[in-house]
Antibody, heavy 118, light 106 residues
Framework: EVQLVESGGGLVQPGRSLKLSCAASGFTFSNYYMAWVRQAPKKGLEWVAT????????YYPDSVKGRFTISRDNAKSSLYLQMNSLKSEDTATYYC???????????WGQGTLVTVSS | EIVLTQSPTTMAASPGEKVTLTCRAS?????MHWYQQRSGTSPKLWIY???KLASGVPNRFSGSGSGTSYSLTINSMETEDAATYYCQQGSSYPPTFGGGTKLELK
């Protein structure tokens, strides 16, 4: 059974940093692209970042480019999201997801809530 | 960036009723994917590559479309189908989602 378990969310002040983690199991982690997708309270879904199998390629939307960094440790079957210079508009539940070929998000974690507020 | 527009935004259906949700893309895409999100839970892949049902999805669901127009159909609405449905394109970066259709039980 595929499982994705996020951690690291919490309350953080604007301008500060936070690092999210995602522990994967139930599939060969190193064979798949992985991604982060977020959902602001009562809002829709927004793709945040994707990383290739080896970690050599990363992709971001303009809204987080230069502030967020996605990384992975295939030996630990773990995915990370380093978030710097956080803004109030980054407040959301962040989901870890497996990003399969042809671009769909096959499996999702339960999410971790990040609240950016003073 | 490809913008996806879903309609309706909200709708209610009675048990047994046929339901069709639509998703229009601002540019042509190769495939459309759909997710179901029940209240308080994380999204689940529901339909991928336009018409393929994800594992465990009842066969009363179907997907169709091409180019810029796609749809998700429920042949006969059931209580458990009440949820928000999102379409998503992965044909080009950035991957984008529609704003969602909230489907309620009448």
């Amino acid at each position: 059974e595929v499982q994705l378990v996020e951690s690291g969310g919490g309350l953080v002040q604007p301008g500060r940093s936070l690092k999210l983690s995602c522990a994967a199991s139930g599939f060969t982690f190193s064979n798949y692209y992985m991604a982060w997708v977020r959902q602001a309270p009562k809002k829709g879904l927004e793709w945040v970042a994707t990383i290739s199998t080896s970690g050599s390629r990363t992709y971001y939307p303009d809204s987080v480019k230069g502030r967020f960094t996605i990384s992975r440790d295939n030996a630990k079957s773990s995915l990370y999201l380093q978030m710097n210079s956080l803004k109030s508009e980054d407040t959301a539940t962040y989901y870890c997801a497996r990003h399969d070929k042809d671009g769909w998000f096959a499996y999702w974690g339960q999410g971790t809530l990040v609240t950016v507020s003073s | 960036e490809i913008v996806l527009t879903q309609s309706p935004t909200t709708m209610a259906a009675s048990p047994g009723e046929k339901v069709t949700l639509t998703c229009r893309a601002s540019s042509s895409v190769s495939y459309m994917h759909w997710y179901q999100q029940r209240s308080g839970t994380s999204p689940k892949l529901w339909i991928y590559e336009t018409s393929k049902l994800a594992s465990g999805v009842p066969n009363r669901f179907s997907g169709s479309g091409s180019g810029t127009s796609y749809s998700l159909t429920i042949n006969s609405m059931e209580t458990e189908d009440a949820a928000t449905y999102y379409c998503q394109q992965g044909s080009s970066y950035p991957p984008t989602f529609g704003g969602g259709t909230k489907l309620e039980l009448k």
